[in-house]
């Protein structure tokens, strides 16, 4: 018996001896909360307990905060996050009194506040920590007979040895330790150590403090874990502990263990998410082939392009492969279209491929290469290693080691993989299946982009026919559009503009977008640009024609809306008025480089309102001045707003150099966002060099108006130098229209003289929208008929055009002195 007495006493000296070296060895180490965790992890070692926390003030010094814990989650024994030191606990009794508090089942029914709820019988152990700032550390027995009596002593040692009560104010505002972060859940900021910087290899200075930069550096696959962690609706209830993935500058990714809980906010104090993050890399192995497959798969669903495919495969596999090049190319008929090379100079590939090279890849004819050609026939992925006799547009690709892959789609080749190496390469099993599985991926994957780039040129080709095919030479002035449709989606866009030429040298540009990207989107734009040049040619004033185009788009009972910019520019005066209809402002570039985004009040989208105003604005034009109309998609974003937006092109506008318009606007669109349709208009007003002369006359409908309209007719020409040789035929001309509007028509007639670059212009307007007409055949009785005639002989050229609210009746008719 006394030896049996002996050899148990000398078990938990060994015990508390063993105790003690571990506990040194973990303390000899710089402070952080994996030192806490590892310190307090021998509590379920040495001292047999089944939960164990430690708890210190924080913030509010009335509260003992949870700083950690180890084992059984702790709320399966009802234990909080915190607790109010002048409460009724373990925890603030041992805290109050600085001695040990050990409850068995029966003390912890009197002690309702230590715990949220009952969980069957175990005892509570509450110890002050030694160490600066006063925290506690409560440990959990399940087994039937407590903590003994070494057990106690084996607590009294971590009680001691654990004296990190700091970590929990630093987790809550204070400085960080070195592994540990603090997250706060309504901002999304976050607080990190240094050495979790390091892993992330980022520095202090290149680090924003946003939680979303770490979580960007992040493997795409592991994200989700991730974001449960951050939701505080995952972490409400006990720690979290994953393992994610980390890109590295350079080599594979790096696997982390991540290790957190939830401090709940109140009081003034918002919720924090605090933790750890070590490095688990040692505990993991490189990616797999799986990985990587389920990588390559997940780009290939968001590829949209053959170019985006083709981009996929190569970042999926040339590193993963450490291969010296790839190919990846098309199959059309009997050639090969290729569609990227890695590495892109033309000097790092073959000489037969170098001279196929026209445009920016080459085309690769499968005739001459016939081990390609007997590959794609076969469908089955082919290896060649090192010093394979095969023919030299193959073996120059791969001289150490060379993989065709058939890209297999819809019961057809799509295309091929190319992958070569320099040094002898050694193919093992997991790599053909590697190489095999992603050809079938990478196939079908082409198939889908290549009818979407179809698909997308169509619609682009039916968007193109819905806008102007050229735009008109102006006097005075240069014009430049472009339009972009979005990369995201098939539909056809609503963005459009137009430029249109009016009489007396005025110009309407106009820019506009209609909601949504859809076929009756783009049925609706056609509307509009037709109905807005319809208005515009009759002669209205920009309100006007707005307000007409307002009115048929109520009445076609669409769901949709449209805005537009409609500007009207007088050439010879050098002034611009404008109209918004819930569109952007005009953008002005002044000679001297400056720039101008006039605020102006504008009316509602077209289609919203039946009583709507559109007021009118004025622009002072100088010669060299640049006036750019754009649509949305150029201006905004999900990364910067309207404002912004405008702001920064205004910025790109200014320092553009406006001689060469079409670069400019090239420039403009270069950084655009592509998730919208882009329409941008330009106009350089030069101003004219020669500038017309102008009269007009108001006929009145008395018996003498005819003689009235000649006389003023004569006696401008007159004071215009105009030869008397050619004052007769312009008198007949006037005599004629004057004539037929006074007799055929009602309401005013108005008589317009315009002289320039020596060719006369009459112009007579009246009320009545209906066009003269040339009569085939005049007899000699009859009576009228012969007006017409007189002036299609008197004159160069004749028509009419319709006006406000009627028509206008123009004849042109050079002048000589002959």
């Known amino acids: 018996m006394t030896d049996v007495v002996s050899e148990g006493a000398e078990g938990r000296r060994t015990r508390l001896l063993r105790a003690e070296g571990a506990l040194k060895a973990l303390t000899s180490g710089p402070a952080s909360l994996e030192r806490v965790r590892r310190v307090l992890e021998q509590a379920l070692v040495y001292a047999g307990a089944a939960c164990v926390a430690l708890y210190a003030p924080g913030q509010d010094p009335d509260v003992l905060c949870l700083v ?72 959990v027995s399940e087994r039937r007979e407590g903590f003994d009596t070494d057990d106690r002593k084996c607590l009294e040692l971590i009680a001691d040895a654990v004296g990190a009560p700091a970590s929990v104010r630093a987790a809550e505002g204070g400085e960080l330790l070195a592994g540990s972060f603090s997250l706060a859940m309504d901002s999304g900021r976050v607080e990190v150590g240094d050495d979790i910087l390091d892993l992330f290899a980022l520095t202090r200075a290149e680090f924003d403090g946003k939680v979303e930069t770490l979580l960007g550096l992040t493997v795409p696959e592991d994200l989700p874990s991730l974001m449960s962690v951050v939701e505080a609706d995952h972490m409400s209830i006990g720690e979290r502990e994953l393992e994610f993935r980390v890109l590295q500058p350079a080599g594979p990714p790096k696997w982390l263990r991540l290790r957190g809980r939830l401090l709940p906010g109140g009081e003034g104090r918002q919720a924090r998410l605090v933790g750890t993050v070590a490095d688990a890399s040692s505990l993991r192995s490189d990616v797999t082939d799986v990985a990587r497959v389920q990588r390559l798969a997940s780009a290939l669903a968001t590829a949209g392009t053959v170019r985006d495919v083709s981009q996929a495969v190569v970042a999926a596999l040339r590193k993963p492969l450490r291969a010296d090049r790839i190919a990846l190319a098309e199959l059309e008929g009997e050639r090969l279209v290729v569609t990227v ?134 006097p005075g002035a240069v014009a430049v559009a472009r339009y972009l449709p979005a990369t995201a989606g098939l539909e056809v866009g609503g963005d459009w503009y137009d430029v249109i030429p009016l009489p007396d040298n005025h110009v309407a540009l106009v820019i506009g977008d209609v909601q949504g990207h859809s076929t009756a989107a783009a049925t609706l734009m056609g509307q509009m640009r037709t109905a807005l040049r319809a208005y515009a040619v ?44 819930g569109h952007l402002p005009p953008v002005l570039r002044h000679p001297d480089g400056g720039t101008e985004i006039p605020e102006s009040d504008g009316g509602p989208p077209l289609g919203v309102m039946a009583r709507a105003d559109f007021p009118m604005s004025v622009l002072r034009l100088r010669p060299g001045t640049v006036i750019a ?83 003023f007719t004569r006696r401008t020409l007159r004071s215009w130098g105009v030869p008397a040789v050619n004052r007769d035929p312009a008198l007949l001309i006037v005599s004629e229209l004057v004539t037929n509007a006074l007799v055929h028509t ?61 028509k206008q009746v123009w004849a042109e008719l050079a002048l000589s002195d002959r």
Request: charged share 25%; with cysteine; net charge negative.
């Open 68 to 139: 950690e814990s180890a084992g059984v989650p702790r709320t399966l024994f009802g234990l909080r996050d915190s607790y109010p030191r002048s409460g009724h606990s373990a925890v603030a009794d041992a805290h109050r009194s600085g001695s040990a508090v050990w409850l068995g089942p029966e003390q912890l029914a009197e002690h309702a506040e230590s715990r949220r709820t009952p969980s069957g019988d175990f005892f509570v152990a509450a110890l002050p920590a030694r160490g600066d700032g006063g925290g506690c550390l409560l440990a």
């Open 341 to 474: 090379l890695d590495p892109p100079e033309p000097e790092s590939w073959p000489e037969l491929w170098q001279l196929e090279w026209r445009s920016e890849w080459p085309d690769a004819p499968v005739r001459a290469m016939p081990t390609l050609a007997a590959a794609l026939r076969e469908g089955r992925a082919q290896i060649w290693p090192a010093d394979t006799a095969l023919e030299p547009a193959l073996a120059d690709v791969g001289p150490g080691g060379l993989a065709v892959l058939p890209l297999p789609a819809a019961g057809r080749m799509a295309g091929a993989c190319l992958i070569g190496w320099d040094a002898p390469h050694e193919f093992g099993p997991d790599e053909r299946a590697l190489l095999t599985a992603s050809a079938g991926l990478a196939g079908q994957a082409l198939m889908r982009a290549h009818a979407f780039d179809a698909e997308h040129e169509l619609v682009g080709m039916l968007q193109r026919q819905l806008l102007p095919r050229r735009l008109p030479t102006l």
């Open 538 to 581: 009759e002669g209205h004033p920009p309100d006007v024609v707005v307000s007409h185009a307002n009115r048929l788009l109520l009445d076609i009972e669409t769901d949709l809306f449209a805005t537009c910019c409609y500007v009207d520019v007088d050439m010879e005066e050098g002034s611009a008025w404008y109209v918004r209809a």
């Open 629 to 711: 109309l754009t649509t949305d998609g150029l201006v905004e974003s999900a990364e910067a707003d309207i404002d912004t937006g405008m702001n920064r092109l205004a910025r790109e506008l200014a320092a553009s150099d406006p001689a060469h318009l079409g670069m400019v606007a090239d420039a403009l669109l270069g950084n655009a966002h592509r998730g919208d349709d882009v329409a941008l208009l330009l106009l350089r007003y030069d101003g004219m060099a020669l500038r017309p002369l102008r009269e007009g006359w108001t006929v009145w409908r008395v018996p003498e108006a005819v003689g009235h309209a000649r006389r």
């Open 746 to 806: 009602d309401g005013r007639v108005r008589l317009d003289l315009t002289l320039l670059d020596n060719r006369l212009r009459v112009s007579v307007s009246d009320a009545s929208p209906r066009t003269p007409a040339k009569p085939t055949s005049v007899s000699w009785e009859a009576t009228g008929g012969r007006g017409i005639l007189l002036v299609e002989a008197m004159s160069d050229t004749w028509g009419t055009v319709p006006v406000s609210g009627g």
